[in-house]
């Protein structure tokens, strides 16, 4: 299906790059195979596993893709597989990306997402040379960077850009067809989304942390620190679950350290690991242990999902549901377009004159 496509995708409907590996090669594959932006959460700094979870990808599509990488890590390594495999595009987060990596991957036939929390990082974002800055509000799941809504936040990256040659797209939330003409009416371009995709047949979390999403709403998400701080502290957007409530208070130097209790294992891109209480991973499908007792990430927008699809049927959802709310939009406030006049027909007269009756034809 094609609307509102995007740098050079069918749609404007972005993949958000879920960790540890939630968006992995079948949810990327899918979301590229129905004309979206699908993009793989990179593993940090390895350069094999990288070029691997890639080449996997390429063989469930022959559509084009990217990658996501967090910038508060290093990961030289990792950015380099993405560039010698020539991917369509290359999102970064949390950080800043400087013109000269920009200018490498343009002349790769590579595009450069950037996704920020402020109208700052936008103007940094915009000097480096990016194609696409996705604005993400507060109300997101997952590593939120700002402290500002979507509604809020996205008309003045709008503005900054102004007539730039940049996309922007919005990220915060957005689980239904009208939250994706929310932000096109804003002025985005395009909408990023998470929570949403995790509900999905091809999303490599575990079927515990899909089904958890469908029985909270709005009302029962945090924006906390409390998870992965041994390694990086870091506010998230998590559900507020029964172990979530217990622990929100916690004391700041409470850590995922070895003095916690190991609560699981799992398995992130054939890494073993060993996850203690207060870990940032979320499960995935490899997952093993007390799994209520694990963070489980997910925006404000979660109460609007609702059941466990393929990701090619959410895309459906976004596209048909947009068009017709535009098409009753149109319908409801705009004047109807007046009638196009007919043209002239040929008026016929009878006359009779000395016996004889003919026709005079007159065109007004």
Not at 183 to 207: H, P
Not at 236 to 262: G, K, M, S, Y
Not at 299 to 308: R, S
Request: proline letters at 5%; aromatic letters at 8%; hydrophobic letters at 40%.
């Amino acid at each position: 299906m094609k609307f509102g496509g995007i740098l050079g995708f069918d749609n404007g409907i972005i993949l958000a790059p879920m960790g540890a590996d939630v968006s992995g090669p079948e949810l990327v594959a899918a979301v590229a195979n129905a004309g979206g932006i699908g993009l793989l959460a990179s593993p940090v700094n390895g350069y094999e596993v990288t070029v691997k979870a890639i080449r996997q990808t390429k063989k469930l599509t022959d559509k084009p893709f990217g990658a996501g990488v967090l910038l508060k890590f290093n990961n030289e390594k990792t950015i380099r597989a993405i560039f010698d495999e020539k991917l369509a595009c290359l999102e970064v987060y949390w950080g800043d990306f400087p013109k000269e990596m920009v200018d490498e991957a343009h002349k790769l036939g590579i595009k450069v997402i950037h996704q920020v929390g402020s109208v700052k990082e936008a103007e940094r974002a915009i000097a480096a040379g990016v194609d696409c800055i996705i604005a993400q509000g507060v109300e997101a799941g997952g590593h939120v960077r700002g402290t500002v809504a979507l509604m809020a936040l996205l008309p003045r990256v709008v503005d900054i850009v102004g007539d730039r040659d940049v996309t922007v797209a919005a990220a915060g939330s957005i689980s239904d067809a009208r939250g994706y003409v929310a932000a096109l009416s804003l002025g985005a371009q395009g909408i990023c989304v998470g929570t949403r995709f995790i509900a999905t047949k091809e999303a490599y979390a575990n079927d515990y942390y899909k089904q958890q999403l469908l029985h909270y709403t709005e009302q029962d998400t945090d924006r906390t620190d409390l998870y992965g701080r041994h390694t990086w502290r870091a506010f998230v957007r998590c559900l507020n679950t029964p172990f979530h409530l217990r622990w929100r208070r916690a004391p700041d130097d409470v850590e995922n350290d070895e003095e916690q209790p190991i609560i699981g294992y799992t398995i992130v891109y054939d890494e073993e690991i060993v996850l203690r209480r207060f870990a940032g991973q979320v499960p995935n499908r490899t997952t093993a242990g007390f799994l209520n007792q694990m963070v489980l990430l997910a925006g404000q927008g979660v109460g609007l999902v609702n059941d466990i699809v393929p990701a090619a049927e959410v895309i459906r959802r976004y596209i048909e549901g947009a068009q017709t709310i535009i098409k009753r939009l149109k319908e409801m406030y705009l004047p109807p377009e007046p009638e196009a006049s007919p043209p002239a027909s040929p008026t016929i007269v009878e006359r009779d004159v000395g016996g004889w009756s003919w026709i005079e034809k007159f065109c007004f």
